[in-house]
């Protein structure tokens, strides 16, 4: 998939020079910033510490399969939904209810066979879980992996 066909034209306009960047780094560390960016979704989302995605994100990292819940999203996304069983009981400080649904598409992402569809793809679903707090996204990512 063309890096510019996996990207909605407003993240393009918006993010153009990250994209660009992104798309070129090799893909050890295309794949590294893929998984950095879920888990920094699911931390805003409130979901990283839960009992039930701790070992979800462990798996990420090393590169295993996810466990259950998280062999389909359609299995997770009941859980983090405001009447799921197992939803945050409060959302943090100025995070709206529904940053968690948006997170949880980051993990699918991020395993993404391909490292350049996987770190575009995570890098979508991570701006939008942060939402109004993107530029803080943008930043540590700028830091850790584009500088």
Do not use: K
């Amino acid at each position: 998939v063309p890096l510019r066909a996996a990207v909605p034209r407003i993240v393009w306009d918006a993010d153009r020079g990250v994209l660009d960047a992104l798309a070129q780094l090799d893909p050890h560390t295309q794949r590294a910033a893929a998984r950095w960016l879920a888990r920094r979704a699911f931390e805003i989302a409130g979901l990283a510490d839960l009992d039930w995605v701790h070992p979800a994100l462990a798996a990420m990292d090393r590169g295993d399969p996810l466990p259950e819940p998280f062999t389909a999203p359609a299995a997770v996304y009941p859980l983090v939904l405001p009447d799921g069983r197992r939803s945050p009981t409060a959302a943090s400080p100025g995070q709206p209810r529904h940053r968690p649904s948006f997170a949880v598409p980051t993990i699918f992402r991020a395993t993404n066979a391909d490292p350049g569809e996987a770190v575009t793809l995570t890098y979508r679903s991570a701006v939008a879980t942060f939402h109004d707090r993107r530029d803080e996204l943008v930043t540590e990512l700028r830091e850790r992996y584009l500088s």
